[in-house]
């Protein structure tokens, strides 16, 4: 295995750590503005906004990990 893809691959994982952080955050926003009594809908569409953009930022940090380990 080469050097630029080990490198590759350590980077994408520290990205990948980073990003599902920032989906962890964002879901838990998202669930506590969605659970509360009192909505707040412009809060609530933002967090789902920020929601889908870390879930799919990291989906496809995800799905190029995975195609480097093949």
Do not use: N
């Amino acid at each position: 295995m080469s050097l630029a893809i080990i490198d590759r691959r350590r980077d994408l994982a520290a990205r990948c750590e980073t990003a599902t952080r920032q989906w962890l955050a964002a879901r838990a926003t998202y669930r506590r503005l969605h659970e509360a009594s009192v909505k707040d809908f412009i809060a609530l569409r933002e967090a789902a906004r920020r929601l889908d953009q870390a879930e799919r930022g990291r989906t496809a940090l995800l799905r190029e990990l995975k195609a480097l380990a093949d």
